[in-house]
């Protein structure tokens, strides 16, 4: 079961998809649902009524956030995304120290209306010679901190433009097309154990396999209870936040994106994404 959002005869709606099956919840937005305790979002998850019933092929499932609703990011959690930022960086010593620091690495990484979700091109910078996509399980957090359920994000990143000065981070990781999360959110009471998770990410060229990569969340470095509450210390979320917990997966530097690669993530249990790239602002 995924909490979705969707378009049915020009009308978006919050719902649940079961199956082949679309059930309408009593909300117009996702903010509006993250607003509420994790007990009353499950209720009414757990309680939709059928009354409003389609079959998912009638209906476009959008990207799952809207109004007020951030996305937020940590990074070098996974020794493999250490010790890739190492190899692009002339700072390597930032990335040795963020990984064992007491406070980790969150960057903010989308508002609701830039998320784009499965089917939509994702983005790569015109003036960046090295893309990759990151591979990631995000958190879907409602307004008080609690974690409703998970998504699969793409957190596509210029590892040319980080690995020039890291200062230039927002620039190589919030551009047009740069956050891509997946359809449907996993409530967190159906996802068993989110610390054994398998990720898995491909990437076809021209109708053959270039890159594959696996990793599992149980080599995150850190606690996902212990970003929450980091990403939680210092402001207010009224509508929620998505908070994706880091890559595992980093290609060789020998590796870059170009457009037209179809780039697929599936993290059983949780979702999928796939997404063709695309070059410069005027993509999206
Ligand atoms: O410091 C750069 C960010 C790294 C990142 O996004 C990740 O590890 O996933
Ligand atoms: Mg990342």
């Known amino acids: 079961m995924h909490i979705v959002r969707y378009r049915y005869q020009g009308r978006i709606s919050i719902g649940i998809l079961e199956g082949e099956t679309v059930r309408r919840l009593p909300h117009d937005s996702m903010s509006a649902l993250l607003a509420l305790p994790l007990s009353d979002i499950r ?7 059928t009354t409003e019933e389609r079959p998912v092929h009638d209906v476009d499932l959008l990207a799952p956030l809207d109004g007020n609703t951030e996305v937020w990011a940590a990074g070098v959690t996974y020794l493999r995304s250490k010790d890739a930022r190492v190899e692009e960086s002339d700072q390597a010593s930032v990335y ?7 406070r980790a690495e969150i960057f903010f990484k989308s508002v609701a209306w ?5 089917g939509d ?3 790569i910078r015109a003036d960046s010679v090295n893309s990759v996509p990151e591979s990631e399980l995000a958190l879907v957090l409602n307004a008080a901190g609690e974690r409703v359920g998970y998504l699969v994000c793409n957190d596509m990143s210029s590892r040319s433009i980080e690995g020039e000065n890291p200062i230039y981070l927002p620039q190589a990781k919030i551009y047009a097309g740069a956050c891509a999360l997946s359809p449907g959110i996993a409530p967190a009471w159906e996802v068993g ?21 696996e990793s599992h969340t149980g080599q995150i470095k850190r606690g ?24 595992g997966i980093v290609p060789d530097l020998d590796f870059r ?23 410069g602002k005027d993509a999206f």
């Open 193 to 213: 154990a989110p610390e054994a998770l398998s990720v898995s990410c491909w990437v076809e060229r021209d109708g053959a396999r270039v890159f594959f990569g």
């Open 43 to 49: 209720s009414q998850v757990d309680a939709a009524p």
């Open 121 to 123: 091109p994702v983005g």
């Open 257 to 279: 994106l170009r457009a037209g690669d179809v780039i697929e993530i599936e993290i059983p249990g949780v979702g999928r994404l796939r997404n063709e790239v695309a070059v």
């Open 114 to 118: 830039r998320v784009v979700t499965d």
């Open 96 to 102: 040795d120290l963020v990984y064992d620091a007491e």
């Open 224 to 247: 996902l209870d212990e970003l929450t509450e980091l990403l939680f210390r210092a402001d207010h979320f009224p509508g929620g936040a998505v908070l994706s917990t880091g890559t």
